[in-house]
């Protein structure tokens, strides 16, 4: 297997890593309350979100991000690399 596309198909698959690490930390930054009712107030529930994990998750989405661009960057520069190499001589 050529190096630019093993390289490409492990950036690829960190990149997912990245994103499934993204969605973990989104849906556990969420922290939801419940509040009884009283004869005044109704019942309500309130969402609270956790400012760390929040970050961790824009972290993980731009490493991401930055990945699959390269990754798309490798494989175009490759197959550029590969075509040039396929044509005859003149």
């Given at each position: 297997?050529?190096?630019?596309?093993?390289?490409?198909?492990?950036?690829?698959?960190?990149?997912?890593?990245?994103?499934?690490?993204?969605?973990?930390?989104?849906?556990?930054?969420q922290?939801?309350?419940?509040?009884?009712?009283?004869?005044?107030?109704?019942?309500?529930?309130?969402?609270?979100?956790?400012?760390?994990?929040?970050?961790?998750?824009?972290?993980?989405?731009?490493?991401?991000?930055?990945?699959?661009?390269?990754?798309?960057?490798?494989?175009?520069?490759?197959?550029?690399?590969?075509?040039?190499?396929?044509?005859?001589?003149s």
């Amino acid at each position: 297997m050529k190096r630019w596309i093993a390289a490409a198909l492990l950036e690829l698959g960190l990149a997912a890593l990245c994103l499934l690490g993204a969605v973990a930390s989104w849906r556990n930054a969420q922290r939801t309350t419940v509040f009884t009712g009283s004869e005044h107030l109704p019942p309500f529930e309130a969402v609270r979100y956790v400012p760390p994990l929040l970050a961790l998750a824009t972290a993980l989405l731009i490493i991401a991000g930055v990945l699959l661009i390269d990754a798309v960057a490798r494989v175009h520069q490759g197959r550029a690399v590969a075509l040039r190499a396929a044509e005859p001589m003149s």
